[in-house]
């Protein structure tokens, strides 16, 4: 019997990221969450980004993913566009059960904390656009006063 022991192989969860607009995302993102490291503003980030993704089509989905770091925007195409839109309280919902141990509330504030950072970087008519396909509700996640109607 053999007593070679096999190497042990460490794998990073991500590749080391050297775009600086990417760091400014995510220190965008961890001062807007007030997450106490980057590491974890990064995870928060992917994951919000990601779910995003499969809800943005079309022109903005590409427009989207031209504006935004090349990481980001890697997040944002490599997901599959969703058949149907879901409601913002569905889409946190989502986001919570990405994340482990998340709660609704606090899937909530990972949202708010990234979707808030977007506009300075890719522009507030981008985000009029965006915000134009989605169901209402996802404008108050973006920073921004929801002034749909109540229908």
């Known amino acids: 019997m053999s007593t070679a022991t096999v190497p042990?192989?460490?794998t990073k969860p991500h590749p080391q990221v050297d775009d600086p607009t990417w760091t400014q995302?995510?220190?965008?993102?961890?001062?807007?969450?007030?997450?106490?490291?980057?590491?974890?503003a990064e995870r928060v980030t992917r994951t919000v980004l990601s779910a995003l993704g499969?809800?943005?089509?079309?022109?903005e989905r590409v427009d989207l993913a031209?504006?935004?770091?090349?990481?980001?925007?890697r997040l944002i195409?490599?997901?599959?566009?969703?058949?149907?839109?879901?409601?913002?309280?569905r889409f946190v919902d989502e986001v919570a059960s990405r994340t482990p141990g998340a709660t609704s509330a606090?899937?909530?504030?990972?949202?708010?904390?990234?979707?808030?950072?977007?506009p300075p970087l890719i522009g507030h008519d981008l985000i009029t656009r965006i915000l134009a396909q989605l169901p209402?509700?996802?404008?108050?996640?973006?920073?921004?006063?929801?002034?749909t109607p109540a229908s």
Do not use: C, K, M, N
């Not at 965008?28 to 590491?39: D, F, I, K, L």
């Not at 031209?66 to 925007?73: D, T």
């Open 8 to 10: 042990r192989v460490t």
């Open 25 to 40: 995302l995510i220190e965008a993102v961890r001062q807007s969450g007030r997450y106490t490291t980057r590491p974890e």
């Open 54 to 59: 499969t809800h943005v089509t079309g022109d």
């Open 66 to 73: 031209r504006a935004l770091p090349g990481e980001a925007a």
């Open 77 to 89: 195409a490599a997901q599959i566009p969703a058949t149907h839109r879901l409601t913002a309280a």
């Open 106 to 118: 606090t899937a909530r504030w990972d949202v708010s904390s990234v979707l808030s950072a977007l």
């Open 136 to 147: 209402p509700g996802y404008a108050l996640l973006f920073g921004r006063a929801d002034l």
